[in-house]
């Protein structure tokens, strides 16, 4: 996947999200709303430079759908990101991908990334958009 841009970015209020266990990671469909999935990452591959597309990944801490109830028990937490976004649902490999390279970019920038990582999937302008969220 070439010309994925990572930009910084700052998210001043948090994304909130019901925890939905039926949501299947990697997988996006028109009308399933705004979904997030958080993963946990292998602590050595997260401080890589190069690291192993099968390894990257650790377990799914959580899925959910956005939700604007004040007692959503999960977030998008407001704070400093490494973020990219794609058009149209990028299965799992694309997303690995995506993700590795904002890795890439943010530790060229002698940031020190989150071992934690944030997959949003929404429907915008017709087409489906995967974001990858790091913490920094």
Known sequence: MSGIQTIRLELCSPLRYRADSALV?????????????????????????????????????????LTESPGAQLELPAGNYLFAQERD????????????EVQKDGLWERLTPAARLYGRYLFEDGRAVTQVFRPY
Request: hydrophobic share 45%; charged share 25%; net charge negative.
């Open 89 to 100: 649902a990028l299965n799992r490999d694309e997303f690995i991908e995506m993700a590795i």
């Open 25 to 65: 990671p990697f997988h996006y469909e028109a009308g399933a709303g705004d979904l997030l999935f958080c993963f946990d990452l292998d602590p050595d591959q997260s401080r890589s430079i190069e690291p192993e597309d099968a390894c990257f990944l650790g377990s799914l801490v959580f899925a959910g759908r």
